[in-house]
Structures are given as structure tokens and as C-alpha cells.
């Protein structure tokens, strides 16, 4: 996804953004979408203003990408070097300035990695979608051959990465004595009912996530799985993060433990609005002991995560996981099939 590096990026940040049908579907979205980012540059300007005056997630992002590509120089010889090139869905880089460099290289393979350990069709999916048009316009002749980690919900290191996470909090945290009282609140970006109920793959995938990190810890503590960042009127998935610290305040409870648990990297879904925002929230409750697990960013298990999935797909040579290929069952999307068929055609041979 991205985000704006400096407070004059926002605006371009939100057009872009709320243009994407595939992550916020609007009525009259080319007129709508214009119209409502310029109606909330101002708010999320000063949000921005409050985590230091921009994104940290390109940053974040290319220091994964450098870890990575050592990592698979060291674990894969046989196909190295090997070079990362960010493709944001919002700001840039975009995939048509990756995809324009990675020609100007001479790339021939490459495997498109996406930080969203689950797949949704808002997010990974409408990233691949931008990434097949930018192919289409910029490699034709189809000169590089691709594969596709579309997820990795319950992929081993990354699980033993969360919960290594929430045991250093737990431990920093809280006295013994609290502790295995202490609520796990295990936080991800909503999305719409009407994406929900077309059958995307999210909600199931972010709860395989959630319960196979309890399971690594042993479920000492009680869970609960919340949803954060919608926006407008319409009907998002719940429960609300806000209103579940808000339950548990009126309820006595002190002890709560906020989880990123979709997120890989810290930006204004974490710094803002989990720490700042909830965290206002938490201490209008009477939670005293609200805190937040801190983001993977460059944990060295975390890129050892990234690696063995990139490993994992350069010895098999697979073009996508069997998810990719299954639509969901009401969708109505036209650039969805095109982009699956593209991606499940594509062969990588080394």
C-alpha cells in the first residue's frame, strides 16, 4: 500500500487511494473519490504531523528488501544476486516505476513478494491487478518471467515472529502476577461487508494467523480478534477495536495487549492510530495497562520468514499457491480473472 513520506504527499496518498475500487468500493467512485481525499487531507495531515511528519513504511520497506536479498544471496547461490524493487499500491515507487527499472536491469525472473501475510482482494489483490497493468504497458512482449507469493498466513516463522513479540511484551510489560490475565487483542484493517460477503479470503486467513500464534503460546491468555481503520458510512467488518477497549473498560478490565497481526512494518495503522489514537481511547476507559506489541519491522526471524517462502518458490517453481487461481464466489470484478490467468500461466525456470 504505501504511504506519504512527507505532509504534502498526503493528498496525492488518499486520491490514489480512494480511487481503488478494489479497496473501498464507492458509488460514482471517479467523482466521489477526489472529492472526499481533498475533504480529509487536513485530518490525516496532522495524524501524520503526530508520528513525526510522514511514513515510515518505505523505509521500513527497503530495509526488509536489503535483509532479504543477503539472506537469499547466502540461502540460494544458485540464483543470486538478487535485487528487491518496492512496487506501493499508492504512492510511489508504484509498480509501473518497478516495473520500468527491473526492464531497464535486464530482470528476466522475478517472484512479486507481498508484505500482506493474508490474502485479501482489496489489498494483495488489487496490487497484483496494478502490477499486471503495468506490466501489460511496460513489458508486453512479456520478456520477465514471474511467480506470485500471494500469502503466508501460518507460515511457521512468521508465527514463532509474532509470538516471540507478544512474550517480550508480556514479560516487559506486566508483573507475574497479571500477566496470563492480561487480553490479547489481536488488531487487523477491517474491510467492507460487501467485499466480506463476496467470499474474500481475509477473514479466514487473519484468524488462521491468530489462532495458530495462540496455539505456539500455548493460549495462556484470553483473545479476542478486532478490526481496525474503517472509514465511511458503509458497513465494515467488526468488532471495532475502539468499541472492544471501550467494552472492556466499562467491564474493569486493566490489562490489554494490542497485536498488529496483519501488519509487517510500523506506519499510521500502528504509530497513530493503535498507539496514540486507541491509546487516548484505553485511558478514557480506565485501562491503565493498555500496550502494543511492537511491529516486525527487521526482526531477523521475520526476514528469515520472507527468505524460506522466496526459497520455498524457487525450488518449486510454482507460479502462485492453489489459493490464487479460486475467485471469490460473487465476484464482480473484471480485472480480477485476467490477473489470476496471468499469474497462474506464468512458469519460472532457473
Same mark, same amino acid.
Given at each position: ?165 507478544? =512474550? *517480550?511484551? &508480556? +514479560?516487559?510489560?506486566?508483573? @507475574?502476577? !497479571? ?93 497513530? =492510530? *493503535?498507539? &496514540? +489514537?486507541?491509546?487516548?481511547? @484505553?485511558? !478514557? ?66
Amino acid at each position: 500500500m504505501g504511504g506519504p513520506k512527507t505532509l504534502p504527499d498526503v493528498e496525492s496518498f488518499l486520491s490514489n487511494l480512494f480511487a481503488d475500487g478494489d479497496l473501498i468500493p464507492l458509488p460514482f467512485q471517479r467523482f466521489l473519490a477526489p472529492w472526499i481525499a481533498k475533504r480529509r487531507v487536513p485530518k490525516i495531515q496532522d495524524q501524520y504531523a503526530k508520528i513525526g511528519g510522514g511514513s515510515p513504511i518505505h523505509h521500513w520497506t527497503q530495509r526488509q528488501g536489503v535483509l532479504l536479498e543477503q539472506m537469499l544471496d547466502q540461502m540460494c547461490p544458485e540464483s543470486a544476486p538478487h535485487k528487491h524493487y518496492i512496487a506501493f499500491r499508492y504512492v510511489e515507487p508504484l509498480s509501473t516505476t518497478a516495473v520500468s527499472q527491473m526492464k531497464a536491469d535486464g530482470v528476466k525472473r522475478a517472484i512479486a513478494l507481498t508484505l500482506y501475510p493474508q490474502y485479501s482482494c482489496s489489498t494483495t489483490g488489487s496490487s497484483l491487478n496494478d502490477l499486471v497493468r503495468s506490466l501489460n504497458k511496460h513489458d508486453p512482449e512479456q520478456s520477465i518471467q514471474w511467480s506470485v507469493i500471494d500469502r503466508y498466513p501460518t507460515q511457521p516463522l512468521l508465527i514463532e515472529a509474532f509470538a516471540r513479540h507478544i =512474550e *517480550l511484551s &508480556l +514479560e516487559r510489560e506486566y508483573p @507475574a502476577s !497479571e500477566r496470563d490475565d492480561v487480553a490479547i487483542l489481536f488488531s487487523a484493517h477491517s474491510l467492507p461487508m460487501s467485499v466480506v460477503n463476496r467470499g474474500d479470503p481475509y477473514p479466514p486467513e487473519v484468524a488462521a494467523t491468530v489462532y495458530a500464534v495462540m496455539d505456539r503460546l500455548g493460549h495462556r491468555n484470553p483473545y479476542r480478534l478486532v478490526w481496525q481503520s474503517q472509514v465511511g458510512p458503509s458497513a465494515w467488518l467488526g468488532p471495532k477495536t475502539e468499541d472492544v477497549i471501550k467494552g472492556y473498560g466499562k467491564q474493569g478490565k486493566k490489562n490489554l495487549l494490542v497485536v498488529p497481526i496483519a501488519f509487517v512494518s510500523d506506519h499510521i495503522e500502528t504509530l497513530f =492510530e *493503535l498507539d &496514540l +489514537e486507541y491509546g487516548h481511547v @484505553a485511558k !478514557e476507559a480506565g485501562i491503565t495497562g493498555y500496550k502494543r506489541v511492537e511491529s516486525l519491522n527487521d526482526d531477523p526471524l521475520f526476514i528469515q520468514c520472507l527468505a524460506e517462502v522466496v526459497r520455498s518458490r524457487i525450488d518449486s517453481g510454482a507460479s502462485c499457491s492453489n489459493q490464487l487461481p479460486l475467485r471469490c464466489p460473487s465476484c464482480t470484478s473484471a480485472k480480477c480473472g485476467p490477473t489470476k490467468e496471468f499469474f497462474s500461466r506464468q512458469s519460472l525456470e532457473w
